[in-house]
């Protein structure tokens, strides 16, 4: 896992050519002019869910983890805790589904902190949580792009 500032985003653009592109669409993209919904940046590769949602308690929440896809998330307004652990021997509470591309786990996690203008990339073996309220609900918008493997 890789929680930084979008400034920093050049840092990382040496672990893939995916990465870098999505990194890349995050740090060109003008958000403001776009609505909610999937934009492909290269077809199924790499895409870009643009979501608003209300942050919610921990305890209504599951960590999820990816096989297909990296999760490169980035902050366009609010903030939110994210839950993260490695994943190692835990047992899906969910099992994995190929088609969304998820399997759900609880366990013990720490947490950090996603706000405006920050990025996070989740790795297949970064159990996740985001989305968790920090002292009341918020709405927080986000971009997730979906980095194939």
Known sequence: MIIDKIENASLYTGISERIECALNYIRYT??????LGRYDIDGDLIFALVNEYQTNNADDSL??????????????EGKEHVGFVTLKTQQEIKAYNSEQD???????????ILSK????????????????KIDESELVKKVIVKVKI
């Open 102 to 112: 998820f399997a759900l786990y609880k366990d013990s996690y720490s947490t950090n």
């Open 30 to 35: 003008n958000f403001s002019n776009l609505d």
């Open 63 to 76: 960590l999820e983890a990816h096989q297909d896809y990296i999760d490169v998330q980035f902050m366009l």
């Open 117 to 132: 203008g920050m990025f996070a990339i989740f790795f297949p073996d970064d159990l996740h949580l985001p989305g968790l």
